[in-house]
């Protein structure tokens, strides 16, 4: 799993007491893949020595941050979040709000889709299409036997990079995707196009034999007669 690193400072300002007063800076827009990780660095401190509870929100994503941070006038504290973007996410824009105490702020992670899970729809597009393709030839007497078991093998690897996608298992969604493209883009065609050239190669060496047979036929009814 691929680390994407966002170092981005919440400016968290909590103040106590009469007038109490918040100050949050955030302007930044994250980018994230779905599938990768980002580590956010994030600083709070406040006008008075305290132990802030912490809070984050995120829709889309998981994300891993401590349960309070401790926060005084003389220091500011650091804490990491870790934002992990499943390989299902949907794509888009998405809020992620932290709390620390009585401070808060949100921004806005830009989620896109990987490169893997977007293959997946091509990939079923064009397996569908060539086992039309192999029902076609086989309608005209090729034998397509072959180009099924491996049709079949390809239904059963996306079956597979479906889990996977929703499993975010992005190790065994790669394996089944790969696979499956070796199938569909050398394999297959191959497959059918030898099967289908060679029923037409028998139909050619057939055709003059049959017209042959049929004339030897009237021949020999004409003798006959």
Known sequence: MKLAVCVLFLSLVSFHGALA???????????????????????????????????VALDCCGV??????????????QFVL?????????????????SAGSASKTITINVKESDLANRMPGLTRYADSLRLMASEEAAKGASMDDANVMLDFVSDRLAKARMALENDDEAALYDALMATERKLYHEIPLAIS????????????WAPVAV???????ILLRMRS
């Open 212 to 218: 042959i047979a049929l004339a030897a036929g009237l």
């Open 21 to 55: 007063q918040q100050s949050l800076e955030l302007e930044h827009i994250i980018e994230l893949t779905s599938g990768r990780n980002a580590t956010i660095m994030a600083a709070v401190s406040s006008d008075t020595a305290t132990e802030l509870p912490l809070l």
């Open 82 to 98: 870790k934002v992990h973007a499943p390989l299902n996410a949907t794509p888009g824009y998405h809020t992620l709000t932290v």
């Open 194 to 205: 030898s099967a289908a050239g060679a029923a037409s190669l028998r139909g050619y060496i």
């Open 64 to 77: 891993e941050a401590p349960q309070a941070v401790s926060a005084g006038p003389d220091r500011e504290s």
